[in-house]
């Protein structure tokens, strides 16, 4: 089974400020890989797919990049809605594995 | 409007057994695999179970295989989880997850329920 390692666990950025989040697979997923934004109380939330591709009506300041074993996650300028914690996914490899997820808390 | 509403959860005793349902409405659910993700309390996300659309290919995760069955109705528009043999380890938030296709086999979730909540402790 492929393992998937974000780092960091926590991340503290101040609003309007950059945030890069890191996601690493145990063994190559190609593209296969999703990124989720996860609120308190909340459903987990499609942000990103194919490693880059955003989902349905997700502001352009989330991109995402990487293929094989290293993925980001990068937020271009936070606004106060961003602050969550967030789950790479692969779907290369069967089962399909999540990380441990990275909270993204105020600075 | 495009949904997934879980219901079913609850405190059961370990060893007993639950039925967890979820109903989807809004897109055509026999188009799409299924899923079954869980979240225990203050910790991250666990794939569970899957079926794809035609439930000819369902699989599961090695700490419920054996123990759970994925089902799915498409003439009703939904998915059910049959948990039997449960242990207190099955505490969790369980969603149910849309795939973004119908085979099921390389799946990421574009569409999640709420949850329905899980306890099992005596």
């Known amino acids: 089974e492929i393992v998937m390692t974000q780092s960091p666990a926590t991340l503290s950025v101040s609003p309007g400020e950059r945030a890069t989040l890191s996601c690493r697979a145990s063994?190559?997923?190609?593209?296969?890989l999703a990124w989720y934004q996860q609120k308190p109380g909340q459903a987990p939330r499609l942000l990103i797919y194919?490693?880059?591709t955003r989902a349905t009506g997700i502001p352009a300041r989330f991109s995402g990049s990487g293929s094989g074993t290293e993925f980001t996650l990068t937020i271009s300028s936070l606004q106060s809605e961003d602050f969550a914690v967030y789950y790479c996914?692969?779907?290369?490899?069967?089962?399909?594995?999540f990380g441990q997820g990275t909270r993204l808390e105020i600075k | 409007e495009v949904q997934l509403v879980e219901s079913g959860g609850g405190l059961v005793q370990p060893g007993r057994s639950l039925r967890l349902s979820c109903a989807a409405s809004?897109?055509?659910?026999?188009?799409?695999?299924m899923h079954w993700v869980r979240q225990a309390p203050g910790k991250g996300l666990e794939w569970v179970s899957g079926?794809?659309?035609?439930?000819?290919?369902?699989g599961y995760a090695d700490s419920v295989k054996g123990r759970f069955t994925i089902s799915r109705d498409n003439a009703k528009n939904s998915l059910y989880l049959q948990m039997n043999s449960l242990r207190a380890e099955d505490t969790a938030l369980y969603y149910c997850?849309?795939?973004?296709?119908?085979?099921?086999?390389?799946?990421?979730?574009?569409?999640w329920g709420r949850g329905t909540l899980v306890t099992v402790s005596s």
């Open positions: 997850a849309k795939d973004q296709e119908a085979a099921g086999s390389s799946p990421y979730f574009d569409l």
């Open positions: 809004g897109f055509t659910f026999d188009d799409y695999a």
């Open positions: 079926i794809s659309w035609n439930s000819g290919s369902i």
């Open positions: 063994q190559s997923v190609s593209s296969n």
């Open positions: 194919g490693a880059s």
């Open positions: 996914q692969q779907y290369n490899n069967w089962p399909p594995a």
